[in-house]
């Protein structure tokens, strides 16, 4: 049987190649395709005894309505992230 580390990886990087092949499309697809992957991790950590496309489309149904919601909860942390590099900027 694979071990647990391999398979959270597999997770992560079959969600990455979904959002990828999204992003080929065009930019906002690919947003969309993240924002909705985004859960997927923790779908199949609750269930690990599920397919990692089951998780991505659980995922998928979870964050249906809430796409603005999790859009704005990112950009409001850029902020954040704009302090993170200002420390790097100065030396």
């Known amino acids: 049987m694979l071990s647990g580390r391999f398979l959270k990886g597999l997770v992560n990087v079959v969600v990455g ?14 947003v ?3 924002i909705k992957y985004s859960m997927t991790f923790y779908v199949w950590v609750d269930n ?36 993170i590099f200002v420390p790097s900027a100065i030396f």
């Open 17 to 30: 190649i979904y959002t990828i092949l999204w992003s080929l499309i065009l930019i906002i697809p690919g």
């Open 32 to 34: 969309i395709a993240a």
């Open 48 to 83: 690990p005894n599920i397919g990692i496309n089951e998780a991505i489309s659980r995922s998928t149904e979870m964050t249906d309505r809430h796409i603005i919601d999790i859009f704005t909860l990112v950009l409001s942390f850029i902020g954040w992230m704009a302090l």
